[in-house]
């Protein structure tokens, strides 16, 4: 463990980080300092016992529980908040009779009013107290009085519960959400022996606040979902990756028979530490909701149940008649293998670059940045994010859109002071924790925003190691993306790119857009092309040349081809050849994209439709032949997080009969009698890996200018939106505890805004298109006036369907 | 050893509380002189002096303020410890009704001293009358321009707050004095880092008790060769004593450290009607009790300890032969358990415990089991806590068995309040007296 | 009573005294329980909104100190007598029961006229001066049953009654806005110096006993 002198690297690293050697138990351990002796104790393999010392919070050296003897010092010390001192002599509780009895004493103590209700408490069987009362109690009590009582479990939200006699008072959860989270919505209450933890006038309505349940030594927190329902050495445990968010969360999932039971953060320093939010932690349920059990196919303009043969052979001969007259859509939810193999199958099986992942509102520049920007690339990463000295957010809410780069932010911004600015339209609840300076931007206009950003801003970036994140909502502001990029290059500061679904960026590495080949090959360079198409072993010739289309334009090509169609009826001439015959849908939810009204008549128009699928859907029902498909737990893969970080993870229940995307594809390669795809996740991976990253030039055509700042009227106001961490996605289906605690729809605009309409601060404020009208109270708020800003997908508001609008449009303004 | 009023001087003026009175009785000069000295000479004095908080612990507070670092770009605090509440003590309050000038004076001469632009005097929240008496004083003293802008043309900017607390005992604890100030839960902080380095708003800060604060101007005034007059060589100084008790005459009575027990309770009347004293604690109820034996103890910091206490708040309480003693101690813990923080476990679960049980041998239903478990439960609290809160709920147990163990046996059947009449230990009839 | 923006005012001037304005939220509590009589939601509300903190972080303050009402409001005066062992043992226990007797409530308590909360209360820190009552919080040191009892009395006729350090009481709510810090011009009311504060100047003088001279030394 000590450095050696001719190791130039270690050497190096000891000259910066300056190391101590102690004694513990009569062994040397050299650690560096600033180490307290708790953790120090854990290298040598010494557990000394903890309650309120959890690695990732401050100490506060409260439980008392870790007493040790420290050599000169008269008193027992909490090996939790003492540092580790050179020439340090240190007794645990396995050398020291002092330390043993302090420890055994604390003990002692926090089980007087303990319940010990073990045979009906949650945590029964992983509980840190019940394994330390077995280490270091004593098997009888001598306190014979009566115990506090409490009524049993109050609501702190509607998720969380909290048992307050069976808490020990380490205010684990209380630091966590004041310090990690920046939530202080439960806080210590009372004092003395009658202390415990409670909420104010407002519930525990954190993102994070299942952390909570997971780090309590008790069983004072549960979950409303899990609460009486397994007990923990009935489960089996699988290591996973969240299938929510970019954030790449490592996961545990535990499952009882073929039911998910549970999520828990896996501790995976580099990532997601040891926490994780809320949706990836409750938001199951969706997994074995409503799902279809097996093909089916449209007949006399219904869909019937249908063998997997005749489904297979019906979609591989309508996909065959289209090839080069195809389009696939694969939404942004695919793990990468997944996604390739519709990369793949598109350029192969059916000739064609119309391949689109993006189920959203997207931007004429976006697709040229991810190809020349991102895709294949890697990092910035959480640990430079961690000491970036300062960052920048464009069109980024962290923690609406990926709340565990919110928290890495959160810690930096706490830990050593970076600072954060954001080109918003408003300081976010969010950006507020983050202490984040605020660069206001007319949304849509954010490109002016960049162009225009302060001089200090500037050279807070130019500190070495600062990053810019661009949301993927920045696609939809024309310039902004080229203005970040150009940005980053004249500050040197790290770009990177956070998507918000989980698959998006393997989907742009493996090739999951039009004019991009895996790897972030330019389609339209031949040396590209002719890697691709010798590890597809096809002839370069055969894939197609030119870029293909983008979602928007295959929706506009089919409502082409309908008119034409009719046209063609009309004047009794024979109709032309359509540009898309049949489109293959994988995961694509309609709403999700603006003006889903065209999409949905888009898949009634087109020819043939074949969707593969989880459950039922507004694809499914106007599809051809729909080909059920595996959920995350049922097979293995990987996402690729927004750092460019492959998350892979393996199959949680063994025994699951689906066939993940990239099997089903390969099935239909096989009923077009192609030569065989690989198919498994093994195979696929290695053919991603010897694809490898393109290492030529990645040109970025002309990006658009930015637009004019919208100058909206009286009564109008330009709409800024985002979707919120819980809203009405289909993936919290199923799990009404979760939805309790989403945060109240409001309408946010200035007060000259409000003013200008007449409506006061709390009263309901409508907000219209030609489309529709979304009304909710609003929330006065700083903000330049004349912009409205609407939570994106939640329940009472629902910009894309109801007002058919994407951030940036003007919107009418009204009293409800 | 004679009596050397100091602070209490002049309180026999009608209104020695008055701006008037103090500057007749040279208030105020040990400010202008301070403030033609350099103020690392006047820390110097103070620690030369050998002035040792009046709090309970008795640092040496020139060392604390020695801490405060320099130059460091950052706001510099000092915070006055009025949150008076241990039980026994009753010296600050009178303190600050009597001679409210005298600690403002030295507040401005401490903030010169190290380099210090706020002031705050957290006084307990049940206490009205002092806190409107030093806002009363403080307006007062800014009139004069011994606050403000520019004090006496020294540079000096200070502004004083008054700050009431809200009834929490904890709180004198220096750490969770200044949580409180900031306006959280008074529960002590880790220490470190020490409020000198990191205390109000996490800057520099010292935290010092107001007689000590009240003390430093005639410091400053006199010199240390006649502080040093007074007391030993590691207990310096005059002190504010606080008699209460069984005695003829409670009250204050200033006199140098070093003075015995036995002397002030002469000063004092003795005890009522002739009695004899049972037990004593020399400074509130967080120190262990004494006997007569320790009568004739020299009342420093070093000789009290040697007798098995401490000094504390240097405010004695003496209780004659009437008394329950383990009715007194009951009472502490309860008392103790009422004002755990609850922050840490032994502390609060201890207090709890042991309440729960001395309760039981006050209604005469202990065990001998729990006779020796309670020395033990004790001693679990002892040293293991997070600040001295818990260390103060452990002392009065264990002494009180060793010198009264009879009193604890009987109690294992007999209820305290049949052992000992609770209207003899009383020093006020006990009956209503009005007539019916 | 509704918290009327004057309130809310007072709490931000309160907050102005310092330089972080949560240091004001302990006096700021005091102020919005002379309105309330106690906190309740509407009184952490205030505060909260006031300094921008959660309720739960108001509410984590408000619990732990023992001077804000957490069930019910107090009545017009809060009788406090000291119980702790010196007080307690002197006379105090006997005060207490004989004002519990007399106003037939306990500890915490509130009279259903609503005019007297009665309580035990710790250490006062005037255990020269025990047993001692308070009354809204002002000392009544010294105090025997009869005295107690005659100060209840008085009050019940709504006399005027004076401490014995500290001003004529004036009802439990104006107290809690002195301890907040805003000034009641009573400062002067009352020497508040008695013969227990001088007892020892007395035998000094009397003894002729004084410091060391100043001029003497070195």
Known sequence: MTATSNDKDTAQAAAEVEMVTGVIDGHEVTVPKGTVIIRAAELTGVDIPRFCAPPLLDPVAACRACLIEVEGMPKPQPSCAVELGDGMVVHTQLTSEVAAKAQAGVMEFLLINHPLDCPVCDKGGECPLQNQAMTTGNPETRYTLQKLTFPKPINISTEILLDRERCVMCQRCTRFADEIAGDPFIELVQRGAHQQIGIGEEPFDSYFSGNTIQICPVGALTSADYRFRARPFDLVSVPTTCEHCASGCSLRTDYRHDAVMRRQAWDDPEVNEEWNCDKGRFAFPYLSLDRLSGPLVREDGELRPASWPEALRLAADGLGRARGRAAVLTGGRLTMEDAYAYARFARTALATDNIDMRARAIGPDEAGFLASQVAGTCGPTYAQLAAAPAVLLVAFEPEEESPIVFLRLRKAVRQHGQQVVTVAPYPSHGSTKLSATLVPAVPGAEAHSLAALPADVRDLLQQPGSVILVGERAATAPGALRAAADLADQTGAHLGWIPRRAGERGAVDTGCLPGLLPGGRPLTDPAARREVASAWGVAADDLPTSAGLDLPAVVAAIAADVATRRSAAEQGDEAPANTIDALLVAGVEASDVPHSDALLRALQDVPFLVSLETRPSEVTDFADVVLPVSVVTEKEGTFVDWEGRRRPFARSFPLATTFPDAEVLALLADYLDLDAAPRDVPALRAEIDSLGAWGGERPWPGAAGATDTPNPGPGEAVLASWRLLLDRGIMQEGEPYLAGTRQPSVARVSAATAAGVGVPDGERLSVSTDHGTIALPVEITEMPDGIVWLPMNSPESRVTTTLRATPGDTVRLGRE | MPLTPVITAHWDDPHSYTLDSYRRHGGYTALAQALKTDPDEVIATVKESGLRGRGGAGFPTGLKWSFVPQNDGRPHYLVVNGDESEPGACKDIPIMLANPHALIEGIVITCWAIRASHAFIYIRGEVPMPIRRMQKSVAEARAAGYLGKNILGSGLDLEIVVHGGAGAYICGEETALLDSLEGRRGQPRLKPPFPAVAGLYASPTVVNNVETISSVPYIIKNGVSWYREMGTEKSPGFKVWAVSGHVTRPGIYEAPLGITMGELLDYAGGIRDGRDVKFWLPGGSSVPMLTADHLDTPMTYEAIVDAGSMLGTGTPMLFDETTSVVKAITRWLEFYRHESCGKCTPCREGTYWITGTLEKFQEGRGSQDEIEDLVEICNQIMGRSFCALGDAAATPYAPSLALFRSEWEAALTQPADEAFDPAATMIIPSMSGVGA | ?218
């Open chain 3, 1 to 218: 009573m509704p918290l009327t923006d004057q309130t809310a005012a007072e709490c931000r001037d309160l907050a102005a005294r310092y330089p972080d304005g949560r240091s004001a939220l302990l006096p700021m509590l005091h102020v919005v329980q002379s309105e309330e009589g106690m906190i309740n939601s509407a009184a952490i509300e205030m505060c909260a909104d006031v300094l921008g903190l959660t309720t739960a972080e108001v509410t984590a303050v408000a619990t732990f100190y023992t001077m804000y009402r957490q069930k019910s409001p107090g009545g017009t005066h809060h009788i406090g007598v000291c119980t702790n062992t010196l007080c307690g043992l002197l006379g105090g226990d006997a005060v207490f029961a004989a004002l519990s007797e007399r106003l037939d409530v306990g500890s915490g308590e509130t009279t259903p006229d609503g005019k007297f909360t009665l309580e035990r209360i710790e250490c006062q820190a005037a255990c020269t001066h025990a047993p001692v009552m308070t009354v809204d919080w002002e000392y009544f040191d010294c105090t025997t049953i009869a005295d107690a009892i005659r100060t209840i009395e008085a009050l019940a006729a709504d006399e005027m009654v004076v401490a014995t350090r500290g001003p004529a009481v004036r009802g439990w709510r104006a107290t809690e806005r002195t301890v907040a810090g805003i000034d009641d011009g009573l400062a002067d009311e009352a020497r508040c110096v008695d013969a227990i504060m001088l007892a020892g100047l007395e035998v000094a003088k009397e003894k002729g006993m004084t410091a060391p001279d100043p001029g003497k030394g070195a």
